[in-house]
């Protein structure tokens, strides 16, 4: 299963919790998510899910990190 973000999109997205670069990630369920750069200061570190390509940044839907 390929779950590819168009390039041009991944370089303009960013954490909206924090303006940061969101990295990639994997969830536990081995599926890809975004995890935001921000956790120098334990401030935010969101993970948002993938759906379809698509990412889900909503802070109300994001991870929390542990
Ligand atoms: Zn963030």
């Given at each position: 299963?390929?779950?590819?973000i168009?390039p041009?999109?991944?370089?303009i997205l960013?954490?909206?919790?924090?303006?940061?670069?969101?990295a990639?990630?994997?969830t536990?369920?081995?599926?890809p998510e975004?995890v935001?750069?921000?956790?120098?200061n334990t401030a935010?570190?969101?993970a948002?899910?993938?759906e379809?390509?698509?990412p889900?940044?909503?802070?109300?839907e994001?991870?929390?990190?542990?």
């Amino acid at each position: 299963m390929a779950t590819t973000i168009e390039p041009w999109l991944r370089e303009i997205l960013r954490c909206p919790n924090c303006l940061s670069e969101l990295a990639d990630g994997t969830t536990a369920e081995g599926t890809p998510e975004l995890v935001c750069t921000n956790t120098a200061n334990t401030a935010c570190g969101l993970a948002y899910r993938i759906e379809d390509g698509v990412p889900v940044l909503l802070i109300d839907e994001a991870r929390k990190p542990r």
